[in-house]
């Protein structure tokens, strides 16, 4: 399903970011700059298996360990690569947000990019709660792969608001953290709902990880699996 250009926490060398394959476009979710410089050097026709349609972003919110290198991909797409980019956020404070961060900050040209909502893209944004000032500003996404259901949770507290989208044997790909945080789902969060997991044969998926070692080894001893790591053969 999903792979990983990187599955760290936010001040991880290699910061959260997932990607795939759909319908002639690589979608992307997040771009922080860490998963940028690894995408530049591996080329985004190599990552896509083709040369891709677009590359389409989907936006989960605005801390920089998340859209730091969102800039930096649009300009690079439009000056050297010349294909297209699409970014997807899930409301309208986002969108502006985002256009500030690009054309205002980061000088973009207004043309080097589209920016859209999720209405009739097959996208589904879930909101969640997370960092206090981005209140109203965060989100996982639900969407289907060749009709396979896979849930990204994204920077959350809780796994509640993902509840209603995980059908049996989805996908989940949730952050989880050592750190016993108000803002992060802390791994003991994770391990009361495994049961439930199991016995729907949804598969989990670890990510945002704030100590590898730790929670790899308590991935293992719960039977969830850390997020897989993209590796350029």
Known sequence: MLKFLGRGSAFHTDNNCAFFMHEGRLVMLDCPMSAFHK?????AETLA????????????????????GLGMLVHFSYFVWHIPVVIVAANDEIRQDIRFVLERLDGCESSAYTIISPDGTGFTPIAVHHAIPLEGRCFGWSFDIDGQRVVFTGDTCSLEPFMPYLTDGAYLYTEVSAYNSPVHLHIDKLLALMPEMKSRNIKVFIMHLDDEKALC???EEIGAVPAPLYVQL
Do not use: F, Q, Y
Not at 49 to 68: K, M
């Open 217 to 219: 080894s308590a991935a």
């Open 49 to 68: 298996g083709c040369r891709p349609e677009n590359i389409t972003v989907l936006i989960t919110h605005t801390h920089s360990d998340h859209i730091g």
């Open 39 to 43: 995408m530049r050097k591996t080329g």
